[in-house]
């Protein structure tokens, strides 16, 4: 599987749901798309079916929504699978604590919203042309930056026996203490 869109098309904003509207009409058109359409406030999801789904697709789309923050950009790097964003403040200038502006760029394809909105860009076209080395040393780059946008869970053999007072040291800053890190900061 290439991509996978796990959403809606409906947001409260006009120009990001007819975005939406005209990537899942090009979705429904390849069997290298898969569109899971999920209600917008869906409460009947399982995040572990989620995940499994990105892991299966190489690209994983991010449209635009109800604001620049997307929560499927954390899910796609989660599963290893590279964010589609079609409004560069999807993922640029958003997570500073957590990813570079470089690793950003080296970690998602960009593809102008307005483009596909307007029948001028096959968004499955420009996938489908990315090298394999390309790919492959975005997954790298997601592999490194995976750890540093999610919660480290101690090992199940450093929690069996919590009475001999040792800490867990993680060997690196997960996602909940660069964004602790970043508040103190400011």
Known sequence: LTAV???????LNPTHTKIRRAMTAQCNTSSECHWLQISHS????NIVDLLSV???????????GDDP???????CIVSGSIPVIFELNTIYNQYHWHFTEQ??????VYIPGGMVRSGKVDFMSVLLAISPEVIRKKQ???A????????????????????DNTTWDPPFKDGVELTLDGMFAR
């Open 54 to 64: 990105y892991k299966k697709a190489t690209f994983c789309l991010c449209p635009p």
């Open 140 to 142: 790298e780059v997601l």
């Open 103 to 108: 690793e950003a760029l080296d970690i998602s």
């Open 42 to 45: 869906s409460k009947d999801t």
């Open 5 to 11: 869109y796990l959403g809606s098309t409906q947001t």
């Open 69 to 75: 923050a997307r929560k499927a950009v954390f899910d």
């Open 144 to 163: 490194t930056i995976a750890p540093r946008v999610q919660y480290a869970m101690p090992p199940p053999e450093r929690l069996a026996d919590r009475y």
